[in-house]
């Protein structure tokens, strides 16, 4: 039997992974519940699940929770325990968490943090849990294929360091002054400025970090290639998760769904629009800070000033 194939979609937020999501669970081979990390930021009692049913009474749900228990794990819809939090000095978190932009180097750093007897111990239960968790979604939906939309950077490498799954990456990513201007219409902390250098540092970690660690089972798609020309990027993506590429899903929102985090899982919507509005939300002066910031790295992605 093979095992099962994970892909984590890396991102930041507002680029569209949740709704990358919904359209890869369309297909009858890749399962997905959005954020594995759970984010249910209310009471469980109040949190109302993709699917329409509130998460408690949801069935999915209790099935999960059945699921985690027979394979000797708590399962509480108040906190998954998936998050690769490991604690410890400033300094190692970054260690752990960054990259040298060097696969050599990385996978030297990778070594010596498994020789470390704490380390390597952590790593390995929280593996074991999230392996937990994946083979549970998989079995309950009769799928082989799971996708994290988390942003979670460190579960796609301890995955593939320490389990058997066959791993791969969804590097996405959205025009900066679209990022910026979703996170400002939400009362971001961050001025435009900030937003567009915190975009630019994610983004190059993720590039030179798991793009060159990953090597053929890294694929980078924009947000906006997404919603303009969906079948020809689903396509794509279907093959790079090992799916039928052939697959065309008649309305991506029908396929039932069982997805946390973002609440755009909850809008009633069956068309894939572009969500351009920070043509209108930003003002002159912002979008020239975000490009004067974020430019070069966007342009590299495709995008113009």
């Known amino acids: 039997m093979m095992e099962p194939t994970f892909v984590g979609i890396e ?8 709704l990358l999501s919904f359209l890869l669970n369309a297909h009858p081979r890749i399962a997905t519940i959005g954020e594995m990390d759970g984010l249910i930021l209310k009471n469980p009692e109040q949190y109302t699940c993709s699917c329409g049913q509130p998460i408690q009474q949801c069935e999915f749900w209790q099935a999960m929770t059945r699921e985690m228990a027979a394979r000797g794990f708590d399962f509480d819809l108040h906190d998954f325990r998936n998050e690769f ?3 410890g000095p400033e300094f190692l978190q ?9 696969r050599t180097l990385d996978s030297i750093r990778d070594l010596a943090l498994r020789t470390l007897p704490g380390e390597r111990r952590q790593f390995q239960q929280l593996v074991a849990r999230n392996m937990a968790f994946v083979a549970s979604a998989l079995k309950i939906t009769g799928k ?5 939309t988390s942003k979670d950077h460190l579960r796609a490498r301890a995955l593939k360091m320490l389990s058997p799954y066959d791993v ?8 900066p002054r679209g990022v910026t201007a979703s996170k400002l219409r939400r009362g971001s902390k961050l001025d435009a400025r900030n937003t567009a250098r915190q975009w630019v540092r994610l983004h190059t970690r993720l590039q030179k970090g798991l793009g060159a660690e990953m090597g053929s089972k890294y694929i980078r798609v924009r947000y906006e290639d997404l919603c303009r020309e969906p079948r020809a990027v689903l396509k794509s993506l279907y093959a790079f998760c090992g799916a039928d590429a052939e697959f065309e899903p008649s309305d991506f929102k029908s396929s039932p769904h069982h997805v946390v ?10 068309v894939i629009k572009l969500d351009e509005r920070w043509r209108e939300l ?13 430019g070069k790295l966007g342009a590299q992605y495709g995008y113009t000033g």
């Open 11 to 18: 991102t930041t937020s507002y680029s569209g992974a949740t």
């Open 261 to 270: 985090g973002n609440p755009m899982r909850l809008e009633k919507m069956s």
């Open 282 to 294: 930003l003002t002159a002066e912002q979008q020239q800070v975000v490009w004067h910031v974020a």
């Open 168 to 175: 791969r990456v969804i590097h996405l990513v959205r025009d």
């Open 144 to 148: 082989t294929i799971f996708v994290d």
């Open 94 to 102: 970054r260690l752990r968490a960054g990259s040298f932009g060097n």
């Open 85 to 87: 939090i490991l604690g």
